[in-house]
């Protein structure tokens, strides 16, 4: 169930399209994830990030451990966010 759940960031990655293609694997098996960026129309994410931002990985609250063991399955690095600042 999944209204009014918390939405966590489980990675961050160096570009926002890193970050939609691992989006694109976990949705093509079924985990629903967000990339809040992607919505914003930059081209950050086919040439990179300037300063410090990263492109992160989001998913419900509930589905916070499965997506970190299918995303390193498919061997795609994952750079985990420190729990104190989701």
Do not use: N
Not at 60 to 77: A, C, G, H, N
């Amino acid at each position: 169930m999944h209204d009014g759940e918390s939405i966590v960031t489980i990675a961050t990655f160096d570009t926002e399209f890193e970050a939609s293609l691992a989006r694109g694997a976990l949705e093509a098996i079924g985990i629903s994830a967000l990339v809040p960026t992607e919505s914003q129309g930059t081209l950050s994410g086919v040439y990179g990030r300037t300063g410090l931002s990263r492109a992160e990985l989001k998913v419900f609250e509930s589905d916070r451990e499965r997506p970190l063991v299918e995303l390193r399955r498919m061997q795609i690095r994952v750079v985990e966010r420190h729990r104190e600042s989701d």
